[in-house]
Each structure stands twice: as structure tokens, then as C-alpha cells.
């Protein structure tokens, strides 16, 4: 088997709503070979992965694709649910696939959800290679996969506290991205209303307080001078000084680095002097700046709790307990580590609830000051301390106390975290219990952490798990009905998207919005173009939703990034789609126009269901019929038919129509109707010559009213928007110069040249002359019927190639050139290959009382030349 395409589908998709893995998969030789013709198959199969069995299939329950197996499917069905089940093993629950033919014999397109993107895509890998082995009978040993996958998991996966925030996030439909790759620098929400953080630093959080957290100096005299419980304590610059500060502190004494975290560099219960030395040489080492400062101070007795603070608020404690083993009065204490960590609640790293315990120095240093070797064999039930310090990450343990926190305890701790001025905060509190307050006892806080774990909270080892990353999102949106979304219109089609993209986010800037835009060409925030670029796809969307000034999000979405990652997003608020033609057919699997009826259908099927509108063409029936079937929420139909009697059932019902009537763009709901605009005066409509921008304007208008924007707004929106290339580049440019008309438009296909031809029709007097060309990947058939259209509407007809995609070079141009000559019109064609030499060529040849139609993709080039050398110097260009 050969894998031939494999990629992460990011959002609703030609094949799922949610999303998946595409691997199109060539399985040669397996074609001629189903599951049934190998005996034993699915009882090795079985055998190798029992949970298999848990897979119901088509069949509807448990064991039903072991049963297909048995009675025969084919190789790629098999790769979908062992990349679906190898997931499942390593902790990603999924469960949703399916595999499809293509029109390619031996080809499938194998469709699987995933959760983690680069797990995904190993085990679809994995899957393959053990199918392969499956059917030549060869041995699988499925540790070592499972390995691998571990390790790709591990290495992509959220870290503890990060992943309990974006689930609390996803628990309140809250959109969430991760924003640099490889770290947990998290996005939640969009545009102005987003959020950010990095594992538990919000970006509200002060760097005033991170300073102050990172320096346990300072930290100890803000507290102290606020009245709060602290351990005497000196910054110590050498070892004498350290010794002068522990024999005036007087013994027990602990030292600790200046700066650091995580317990790193801390020892504790220090008595001689001997001991001293050691730990302020692991403090110095444990230094970023091997000149920063060893703290000696008083050795606190009693437990080391973590005391956590949100939003000001106490939300958390745990009494932390340092890593440890206890004696069976058997085992040494090298076999009770080695026992504790195959438990399975420890692993390495944030695998698991508990890190695994690691001997190292501070291990044999804690063991010798207690009579005690690796070899001892201690007492039954007697604790075993192997760490100074109490921290997760080394080995330690945690018991949930939250419920027992004295109130002036509380208190306290909230007001720690105002002083320091974080939003979050850790608080390493040492006390006898919780329950007293800390005057009452021995007791003070050692440090304080910004960006704290939420391990420890979130699965303690003993006591009831606290959902902290709630307490997160919660100070971050503190509305419970706020999902941090904007207003998302998505606009596809397969004429026209561009333009009623560029017409939506005028009406809305109109209207006061800050929006973000892509569309074929730019992405724009706000009127300024941020990327240039073909961004009718789902990098648009990324680029728009992350920017922190959208209010509105409007993209045009094509038929190629649906294909090839899908939507980039999970749903929008306003779904268009404008027609459906043929164009592009025969690539990605779609040949028909109902295949690519259902790639368009993606955009309405991401609708809201809840508030969310559909905006559909009822003049085209292919829209009609698949758009009304797959749309969610409200639908708006727009038709140049006011009459148009597959629209009496929707009126009837409340449904609203925006349409033409005695020329006048209105909307009619039931029975009432409302003027919006003269068609004559909307600039694009060309005095409706241009009936294709008419319904353009016609949906941006229903986008605007299912928006919620008022009537005014959207007609001063359609008044104000001109086909020039400020406004509209690349789609029906007008210009007139010295007798010359010209229209320069991106049209390539079929369909966009009828839409053109009235236009073409209605300006053009004289001769009409064409500049032509269409991507290399269309179909013969396309590319012919592209020139036998240009020979109906041009006199004469320059075919230049850009893009052969794949074509020898000449060969587009020599099938749109075969068209023109085949149709029978009386049409001059000649190609040029260059579209520069081209364009030059048709403005050379054109006379006073002539039209030209450049159809072209440099349109500033086209643009400029127009204004430079054919037309004499005293003529001005002038834009209509």
C-alpha cells in the first residue's frame, strides 16, 4: 500500500462537519485481495488489538466490523478503524470514520477524526504498515507502536495545566488556538474578544508581579512589611556570609536561590555547617546569574502547603508532601523506588497524575542524613523521605484541603495575591494545619509563583479534584454567556465570492465595525492589507480571528481549501452561497456539479444553529435545492424574481427574500416590504447591465441584514462601493480613455463569462476585443468551451498562458485557442504567450469606439499600461 495524500482536515470539511484526517490511499496489489480471501484475518487482527472488537461499524453493534472483516471489505477500510482504535490506545477518544472510493481504481479516501493532529497522522501511518503485515501474515508487535505514538503524543500534547484551561474552554464553546508551535502559548476566543495565556500567565497578568514572584527577596519584604507571616530570612552573597546569617538565625536553616521555581536549588532542615556548603553550592548552581543571591533563612517546621489564588479569589489548596516511600520491613529502599514508580498513576513528565521519583544527589544526601543507604531495608510502615522538597515534578504527593482553610487563612492568602498583583498565583505556605490561623502556629509563607501547576489541584493524589481551569476561564470571561466568538460570514460560490466579500466588509465598516477580511487576493484589517495572496482559505480565517481588533470576521472561502484543509473554523454566523457551476471539476474527486454542490453546502452546513442565517440564491437550482438542504439556522433567499414561486412557502412562513422589484433592490418579509436601493444607483450594477453584481449586492445585503445592520447603513454601503481597483480589484474594473472602453475582470471559466456578457454586450459598440487565458488544470473540455465563449463575445481574441499546472507548455493556450476557431463565430484568435506581451498587443490594436476585455491576473500591471502609452498623452483616464 502507498500512501498518496495525508493531511489534517482543521475544521468542517467536504467529509465531516468536525475535524479528520484525509489519507488518500493507494492500495494496488489489496485491490484484487479483500479481507475475506485472507482466512483468519480478522481473528488476528482481534488478537493483536481485543478493543477492535468494540467497533460497531455499518453493522450496528459491537463486533460489527470484525463481522465485515470476515465477510469482506477492502484494505482501506481496515486502515480507517485501526487508525481510529491505535488513538483510542494511547488516550484520544475518537470514534467517527469512514472510507470512500474514488474514481481512480484502487484508490480510497480514508477519513478518521483525530484530536491531536500529529497523533493522528502517526497512527494512520502505523495503521497502514499493520495492515500490510496482516495481510502477509506477518508477526505485529504492537508495543513498539504504541511507543512510537506515545512519544509523538507527548511530545505535541498540552501540558496539565494549559489542557485543563482550553477543556473548560471548549465546556463553554469557547474557540481555542495554540499560537506558536512547540509551546503552550494559547489563543482563547477571537478577535477583540479574544483572550491569551501561557500555561497558567494570563495576559492580564502584571510583569510587576512576575518580578516580584522571581525574586524571593523582594517577595519576603513586600510580604513582610504588609504584616504577613514570613521566615527571617538574609540574601547571602559567599559562603561566609551564609554562615554568618545561619549562626544568627540560629540552626535548623534552609537555603534557596534568589530566583527560580519548581523547587529547584532548595534545601531544607540545614544543621551543620558541613550541610550549609552543600546547599549553597546547589543554590549557585541552580542561578541564572551564577552572581545572584543564596536566601538563608529559617527553617519552618511544619507541612508544605500550595495555597492558589484566581481572580483574587482562593480556589485551591494542597498539603504537598515530598517524594517518599514506605518500608514494608522486606524491600530495600532502592526496591520500594523502583516499586512506587511502576504504579499507574506515576509517569515521566506530566504523563501522568504523578511524576516518577528520580535518585539523584539531594536523594542520597536526604537517605545519609538519615543513617539510611539505597540498600536500607526500613521498618513497615516507616516513611522514607527521598526529596528536600515537596514539588509534583519531583516525585511528590498531593492532598486536596481546600475545604478545610481556616477563613482568616483565606483571607490571607487573597491578600498575597493583591499585594504581588498577579492574577494567578501559587502560594508555598509551611504551617502545622489549616485549620488555626498562621498566628496561632508555626507558619509562613516561602515563596510565591507565577504561573503555578495545576496538577496537583486539578488530581491529587488524595482528596477531591478541583476544577481550576473553570476558575481560569471564568476570570477571563466572566459573562457565563459570553463564548468569546465574533460574528463570522463565510462566502463561497463559485462566481462572485470575491466581490460580495470586498461589498460585505464595506457595509459592515460603513456601519462602525472593525473587520477583518480575506478573500482571493488580501487580507485586510480594517482597510489595510495585512497579506497578499490567494487567501480564500482557512490561513485567512487564522490570520483574521487571531488579530485583536476584528469585530467582524468576513472570508471567502473556495472550493480548493475546503478540499484540501477544510473550513478555519468550527462554524460562522452567516453562511453565503452565491451559485454553483462548473468549474475546477476533476480535481480532488469532484466531477460532477452535485459533488461540488455538496463542497459548497459545506459553508451553510457550518451555520449556527442557534442565531445563525443562511444566505442562498434561489435562482440557481442546484443552490436551491442542496444549499436548503444542508443549511442550518434561518435561511435569506436572494432572487432577481420577485414572483419566483418556489419562494411563497418561505414568505408564508415569516422568511425573508431579498429581491428586485420595479427596480429597486427590496426586502420582503411575509407581506411586508422594504425599499433599499435604486439598482441604478448601486455603482456595481452598471445601471444593471451587470445583473451578476446585482445579486452580489443582493447578498451582501441579506449578510448585513441577518447582521442586524440597519437599512440606511446598508444603502449608503451599496452607494458608496465602486468597481475600481481601489475597491474592487480584478473584478469589473472600468475605464475610459481617448474613446476606449476597458473592463478588466479575474474571470476564467465558463460561467463568468456569460455573467460578463451583457456587460460586454451593453458597453461595447465597436469592436470588441478579448485578452483570455484559464489555470492548465481544467479539463480539455473547459478550456475549449472557454475559447467557443470568448469567440461569442469578442471580435477579436489574444490567448496568453500563465499557470499550465501540469500541461506542456502551449497546451492551454492552444485548447482555448481550438475552441475559438471550432465554434463557427467570426473571430480573429491569436496567442501570445505572455500575458504582459498580450495586454500590450490588444491596447496596441484598439481605436477610438472600441471595447476591451482583459481578462488577466497582474492587474495593476494591466492597469498601469493602460494609463501610460496608447492613448495619446493629453487624454485622462477617467474610472465609472
Known amino acids: 500500500m502507498r500512501i498518496l495524500e495525508h493531511r489534517a482536515l482543521r475544521g468542517p470539511n467536504y467529509y465531516s462537519r468536525y475535524q479528520a484526517i484525509y489519507m ?68 484520544f477518544s475518537v470514534g467517527y470514520g469512514k472510507t470512500v472510493d474514488s474514481y481512480d481504481p484502487g484508490i480510497y479516501n480514508v477519513i478518521y477524526r483525530y484530536r491531536d493532529e500529529a497523533t493522528g497522522l502517526a497512527a494512520g501511518e502505523e495503521a497502514v504498515q499493520i495492515v500490510r503485515k496482516l495481510y502477509d501474515r506477518a508477526h505485529v508487535d504492537l508495543g513498539p507502536v504504541l511507543d512510537r505514538l506515545k512519544e509523538v503524543r507527548d511530545a505535541n500534547a498540552l501540558g496539565p495545566s494549559t489542557g485543563a484551561i482550553v477543556d473548560a474552554a471548549k465546556a463553554r464553546n469557547i474557540p481555542w488556538y495554540n499560537l506558536t508551535e512547540g509551546t503552550s502559548y494559547t489563543q482563547l476566543g477571537h478577535g477583540v474578544k479574544q483572550r491569551r495565556f501561557q500555561a497558567t500567565v494570563t495576559d492580564a497578568s502584571g510583569i510587576i508581579g512576575h518580578s516580584i514572584a522571581d525574586d524571593k527577596d523582594w517577595t519576603k519584604q513586600i510580604l513582610g512589611d504588609a504584616g504577613l507571616a514570613v521566615p527571617e530570612g538574609y540574601t547571602c552573597y559567599s559562603r561566609e556570609e551564609a554562615q554568618e546569617a545561619a549562626e544568627w538565625i540560629g540552626w535548623p536553616v534552609v537555603t534557596k536561590p534568589l530566583a527560580g521555581n519548581h523547587g529547584r536549588g532548595v534545601t531544607t532542615a540545614i544543621a551543620s555547617l558541613e550541610d550549609l556548603k552543600s546547599g549553597y553550592e546547589l543554590a549557585l548552581k541552580s542561578l541564572r546569574d551564577e552572581s545572584g543571591g543564596v536566601i538563608v533563612e529559617r527553617y519552618i517546621t511544619g507541612e508544605d502547603h500550595r495555597m492558589l489564588v484566581i481572580g483574587g479569589k482562593l480556589v485551591a489548596a494542597a498539603r504537598r508532601r515530598p517524594a517518599h516511600v514506605t518500608g514494608d520491613g522486606r524491600s530495600t529502599i532502592r526496591q520500594l523506588i523502583e516499586q512506587e514508580n511502576r504504579a499507574p498513576r506515576r509517569g515521566v513528565g506530566h504523563e501522568n497524575l504523578l511524576t516518577q521519583i528520580h535518585v539523584d544527589d539531594q536523594t542520597l544526601r536526604m ?12 521498618p513497615e ?3 522514607v523521605y527521598l526529596k528536600s522538597t515537596a514539588n509534583i ?28 498583583g498577579l492574577d494567578v498565583i501559587g502560594i508555598d505556605l509551611l504551617a502545622e494545619t489549616l485549620t488555626r490561623p498562621l498566628d496561632q502556629q508555626s507558619a509562613g509563607v516561602v515563596e510565591v509563583n507565577a504561573g503555578p501547576g495545576f496538577r496537583m489541584h486539578m488530581a491529587p493524589t488524595h482528596g477531591t479534584p478541583r476544577p481550576v481551569g473553570e476558575h481560569i476561564v471564568e476570570m477571563l470571561f466572566p459573562d457565563p454567556t459570553d463564548d468569546g466568538r465574533i460574528p463570522i460570514t463565510a462566502i463561497t460560490g463559485t462566481n462572485g465570492k470575491t ?55 468576513v472570508l471567502e472561502v473556495a472550493r480548493g481549501g475546503i478540499m484540501r484543509r477544510g473550513l478555519g473554523f468550527d462554524e460562522c454566523d452567516v453562511g453565503v452561497l452565491l451559485n454553483i457551476a462548473s468549474d ?31 444566505v442562498l440564491n434561489a435562482d440557481d437550482p442546484l443552490v436551491l435545492d442542496q444549499g436548503t438542504y444542508w443549511a442550518r439556522g434561518e435561511i435569506i433567499y436572494f432572487t432577481m424574481s420577485p414572483d419566483n414561486p418556489d419562494l411563497d412557502e418561505h414568505l408564508g412562513k415569516g422568511g425573508m427574500v431579498v429581491t428586485v422589484r420595479s427596480g429597486r433592490i427590496v426586502l420582503m418579509r411575509g407581506k411586508v416590504q422594504v425599499d433599499v436601493v435604486d439598482v441604478n444607483d448601486v455603482p456595481i450594477a452598471f445601471e444593471g447591465h451587470a445583473p451578476f453584481n446585482v445579486q452580489n449586492a443582493m447578498a451582501a445585503a441579506a449578510v448585513a441584514l441577518a447582521h442586524g445592520i440597519e437599512i440606511d447603513d446598508i444603502r449608503a454601503g451599496l452607494l458608496t462601493f465602486h468597481p475600481t481597483p481601489a475597491q474592487m480589484p480584478g473584478r469589473t474594473n472600468y475605464f475610459e480613455a481617448d474613446g476606449v472602453k476597458c473592463l478588466i475582470d479575474y474571470g476564467h471559466n465558463v460561467p463568468a463569462l456569460i455573467a460578463l456578457e451583457p456587460l460586454v454586450r451593453g458597453l461595447g459598440q465597436k469592436r470588441r476585443i478579448g ?54 463565430a467570426t473571430c480573429d484568435v491569436r496567442v501570445i504567450m505572455s500575458e504582459e506581451e498580450a495586454v500590450a498587443a490588444a491596447i496596441e490594436e484598439a481605436e477610438p469606439g472600441d471595447f476591451l476585455l482583459l481578462l488577466v491576473d497582474d492587474i495593476k500591471g494591466a492597469t498601469d499600461r493602460l494609463k501610460g502609452r496608447s492613448f495619446p498623452v493629453q487624454a485622462e483616464l477617467t474610472r465609472h
Open 367 to 378: 537517605l545519609e542524613q538519615a543513617g539510611l543507604s539505597l540498600d536500607s531495608v526500613p
Open 381 to 383: 510502615s516507616e516513611m
Open 393 to 420: 515534578s519531583t516525585g511528590g504527593t498531593a492532598t486536596d484541603l481546600t475545604d478545610e482553610v481556616h477563613p482568616e487563612i483565606k483571607f490571607q492568602m487573597e491578600r498575597i495575591a493583591r499585594h504581588v
Open 584 to 614: 475546477h471539476l476533476g480535481e480532488h474527486d469532484i466531477r460532477t456539479l452535485e459533488e461540488l454542490a455538496r463542497c459548497k453546502t459545506v459553508v451553510v452546513d457550518a451555520v449556527k444553529r442557534e442565531g445563525g442565517y443562511c
Open 499 to 553: 466581490t460580495t466579500t470586498r461589498l460585505t466588509t464595506h457595509i459592515l465598516r460603513q456601519a462602525g465595525y472593525s473587520v477583518g477580511m480575506g478573500c482571493t487576493g488580501t487580507v485586510e484589517i480594517d482597510n489595510h492589507v495585512i497579506l497578499r495572496g490567494d487567501y480564500s482559505g482557512p490561513a485567512a480565517a487564522h490570520a483574521v480571528l487571531r488579530e485583536p481588533t476584528v469585530e467582524h470576521a
Open 24 to 91: 488518500r490511499l493507494d492500495i494496488q496489489d489489496l485491490e484484487e485481495r479483500p479481507s475475506d480471501t485472507v482466512p483468519g484475518i480478522a481473528e488476528a487482527l482481534e488478537a493483536i488489538i481485543p478493543t477492535i472488537h468494540d467497533h460497531r461499524c455499518s453493522v450496528g453493534e459491537p463486533g460489527g466490523f470484525l463481522q465485515r472483516v470476515r465477510n469482506g471489505t477492502y484494505a482501506g477500510h481496515m486502515v480507517e478503524h485501526l487508525a481510529i482504535e491505535l488513538q483510542n490506545m494511547v488516550g
Open 771 to 824: 485578452v483570455s487565458t484559464a489555470p492548465g488544470n481544467r479539463r480539455a473540455e473547459d478550456l475549449s468551451a472557454l475559447g467557443a465563449q470568448l469567440a461569442g463575445m469578442c471580435d477579436i481574441v489574444y490567448v496568453y498562458e500563465t499557470d499550465s499546472r501540469g500541461r506542456e507548455t502551449g497546451e492551454t493556450a492552444g485548447l482555448i485557442r481550438d475552441g475559438v476557431t471550432s465554434s463557427g
